[in-house]
């Protein structure tokens, strides 16, 4: 599954997605870095609840556990 990451409104959030819109979670920025919260019960469920050092090293995760690719769009979420 590929998952779409859109920033969000909340200026320390970015939205996660599938292709066709559906919830995954969202990644929160906290002083420790980059913090997944997936959506219970979906294909992100298993990310480590960790700090990542980088968005970047948060959305490999989240590619990993998705077997599919991580993107940061353009367009942000409203």
Do not use: N, Y
């Amino acid at each position: 599954m590929d998952v779409l990451v859109k920033r969000s409104v909340d200026a320390d959030a970015w939205v996660l997605s599938d292709r066709l819109g559906r919830d995954l979670g969202l990644i929160t920025w906290v002083r420790q870095g980059f913090v997944v919260r997936p959506v219970p019960d979906t294909a992100l469920s298993a990310v480590a609840l960790r700090p990542f050092a980088s968005l970047d090293d948060a959305m490999a995760e989240i590619a990993t556990h998705a077997k599919g690719v991580c993107e940061l769009s353009a367009e942000p979420s409203l």
